[in-house]
């Protein structure tokens, strides 16, 4: 299993950006795709945006298409995810995800998760 670290969560205003990465190490990463993936207190964890990581098709979740961007950093094993635009229902603890077994919005199909970054969007 990998293990993955994210990193890049804060406090912002409506409007402002944050770009957060997602550091892959334990062993050569060879996942299918990675993913990001949102939780809000008392809401379900939903999908945000995944990468294939072979060639970099990029996949998102409508509420946040036209404002964040996925992307990946091969050499460095590391994925990324720009977010402009901020709103304060984007407010939630982030997730990046590899190794999925099956669709690449589905969470449960995931087997490798990080610890998750607070997101904070103010109004």
């Known amino acids: 299993q990998v293990q993955l670290v994210e990193s890049g969560g804060g406090l912002v205003q409506a409007g402002d950006s944050l770009r957060l990465s997602c550091a892959a190490s334990?062993?050569?990463?060879?996942?299918?795709?990675m993913g990001w993936f949102r939780q809000a207190p008392g809401k379900e964890r939903e999908f945000v945006a995944a990468?294939?990581?072979?060639?970099?098709?990029?996949y998102y979740a409508d509420s946040v298409k036209g404002r964040f961007t996925i992307s990946r950093d091969n050499n460095k094993n590391t994925g990324y995810l720009q977010m402009n635009s901020l709103k304060p229902e984007d407010t939630a603890v982030y997730y990046c995800?590899?190794?999925?077994?099956?669709?690449?919005?589905?969470?449960?199909?995931?087997?490798?998760w990080g610890q998750g970054t607070q997101v904070t969007v103010s109004s």
């Open positions: 990468i294939r990581w072979r060639d970099g098709r990029t």
């Open positions: 995800a590899a190794d999925p077994s099956g669709a690449y919005y589905e969470a449960a199909l995931y087997h490798s």
């Open positions: 334990g062993r050569t990463f060879s996942s299918v795709a």
